[in-house]
């Protein structure tokens, strides 16, 4: 795992901060230029190679994280070993949970990916100080309700068709570069991960992808490069 330190200017904004894709997130987006420099002055860049923990379920985590680049996969693990992933997160999400130090889920990197962290005890200050960045917060823990509402509707009632065009358009609204009506990317998760996610056998989705294919829905390049020529398409599959 690669480290490196932020600069900050000594008035304005960071200069890591600037060009950051979470600068406008849930907790950077929410401070003041003060809190801004004081939070930088404390957080580390992190990158982190596909397939390391970021957080251990069951672990006290003294850190919090933005993610700035890639995909991280919460997973469940139950008392059995058999291990669950129950979401997705993309930068610039917000990885830990105000407040509760002890984690009910592992956070693991899918891709190879960037992350920013800073200490737990500086932000949980900053939160009880900035009504705004309470606000944020709150906003992200409702939209992510709303989201695990939504997939609990995709795993329970629709097709598997639907199943796995529903991750794709998760992935491909998250995906960098995007214009209008396409875009392309690279799936963070293997077909056996997509399976365990949508809760299907890995040649039903080697199947679903292939019917997805050969209507024109989607490209495959090199098995894991997708590229959705019409955004509206798959959509209009989710939605039918």
Known sequence: MDVARSEPFETGTPVACAS???RHGAVCGALSSGQLRELNRRSLRRKIGAGCEIIAQGSESS?????VRGVVKLCKVMQDGRQQIVGLQFAPDFVGRPFIRESSLSAEAAT?????VFPRNLLD???SETPELQRSLHDQALKEL???REWMLTLGRRTAGEKVASLL??????AEPQTATSTDFDLPLSR???ADFLGVTIETVSRQMTRLRK?????????RHIIVPDMDELERMISA
């Not at 850190?63 to 993610?67: A, E, G, V, W």
């Not at 190879?112 to 920013?116: S, V």
């Open 20 to 22: 950051c894709q979470a």
């Open 63 to 67: 850190f919090y994280s933005n993610i």
């Open 112 to 116: 190879d990916a960037e992350i920013c």
């Open 125 to 127: 200050r900053m939160i």
């Open 146 to 148: 709303d989201a695990a």
């Open 169 to 174: 358009y998760l992935i491909a609204t998250h």
């Open 192 to 194: 056996a991960e997509i």
């Open 215 to 223: 209507s024109g829905i989607i490209r495959i390049e090199n098995f």
